[in-house]
């Protein structure tokens, strides 16, 4: 049975939910995204991946944090409106952002205007690419690879306005919840959280 409005709710608001500390940095998420959507084999070319953050303790010992990241699929995406040929789209149904490839024609005016880095340009396709939740899989009845190949449980996948949800509960029980470079106004769809355990 397909994800996309399984109770018949036309109104979804698909979200990802990121429990931050309990990302280990294994790459599986990168490694399964790469393989199921055939994004180009170099390192600029990326549906998802998980950044390295080094920082420092209280005791000057170097500690390391992992983020992952991927298309916030925003609520108020600029990659949409720069877009001449309305090849960047938004789903009004579920809110996920897509490029339809026949109509991209590879200006990459939105590659420029997302804040993020979330999209490439794929020359065997003649089109920007990016993550699309992937919407194949959930028209199976799929969660996203990404989510499916997480050992650490740290990516969770559903829909914010179903209180049932296991990422509505999520949210509603989270003692943090942050979004990346809120200041830019874009409303994203990716939440990082942490959690009582
Ligand atoms: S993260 Fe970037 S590509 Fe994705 S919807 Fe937001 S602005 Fe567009
Ligand atoms: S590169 Fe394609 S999707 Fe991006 S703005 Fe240009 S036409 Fe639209």
């Given at each position: 049975m397909s994800i996309i409005n399984k109770k018949g709710n036309k109104n979804q608001n698909l979200a990802m939910v990121i429990v931050g500390d309990r990302c280990i940095g294994c790459d599986a998420c990168y490694a399964a995204c790469k393989t199921d959507w055939d994004v180009l084999p170099v390192k600029e070319a990326y549906r998802t991946k998980v950044w390295d953050?080094?920082?420092?303790?209280?005791?000057?010992?170097p500690t390391i944090r992992f983020l992952p990241v991927l298309c916030n699929h925003c609520d108020n995406p600029p990659c949409v409106d720069v877009c001449p040929t309305g090849a960047?789209?938004?789903r009004d149904e579920d809110g996920i952002v897509l490029v339809n490839s026949d109509m991209c024609i590879g200006c990459k005016a939105c590659m420029v205007a997302c804040p993020y880095d979330a999209r490439y340009y794929d020359e065997t396709?003649?089109?920007v690419d990016k993550c699309?939740?992937?919407?194949?899989?959930?028209n199976n009845g799929l969660e996203p690879a990404c989510v499916v190949t997480c050992v650490g449980e740290s990516r969770n996948f559903g829909d914010l306005n179903d209180p049932d949800s296991n990422v509505a509960k999520m949210m509603k029980n989270?003692?943090?919840?942050?979004?990346?470079?809120?200041?830019?106004?874009?409303l994203p769809n990716v939440y990082?959280?942490?959690?009582n355990y």
């Amino acid at each position: 049975m397909s994800i996309i409005n399984k109770k018949g709710n036309k109104n979804q608001n698909l979200a990802m939910v990121i429990v931050g500390d309990r990302c280990i940095g294994c790459d599986a998420c990168y490694a399964a995204c790469k393989t199921d959507w055939d994004v180009l084999p170099v390192k600029e070319a990326y549906r998802t991946k998980v950044w390295d953050i080094e920082g420092e303790d209280n005791f000057g010992n170097p500690t390391i944090r992992f983020l992952p990241v991927l298309c916030n699929h925003c609520d108020n995406p600029p990659c949409v409106d720069v877009c001449p040929t309305g090849a960047s789209f938004k789903r009004d149904e579920d809110g996920i952002v897509l490029v339809n490839s026949d109509m991209c024609i590879g200006c990459k005016a939105c590659m420029v205007a997302c804040p993020y880095d979330a999209r490439y340009y794929d020359e065997t396709k003649a089109s920007v690419d990016k993550c699309t939740f992937c919407l194949p899989r959930l028209n199976n009845g799929l969660e996203p690879a990404c989510v499916v190949t997480c050992v650490g449980e740290s990516r969770n996948f559903g829909d914010l306005n179903d209180p049932d949800s296991n990422v509505a509960k999520m949210m509603k029980n989270a003692t943090s919840i942050t979004r990346l470079k809120e200041d830019k106004g874009t409303l994203p769809n990716v939440y990082y959280i942490t959690i009582n355990y």
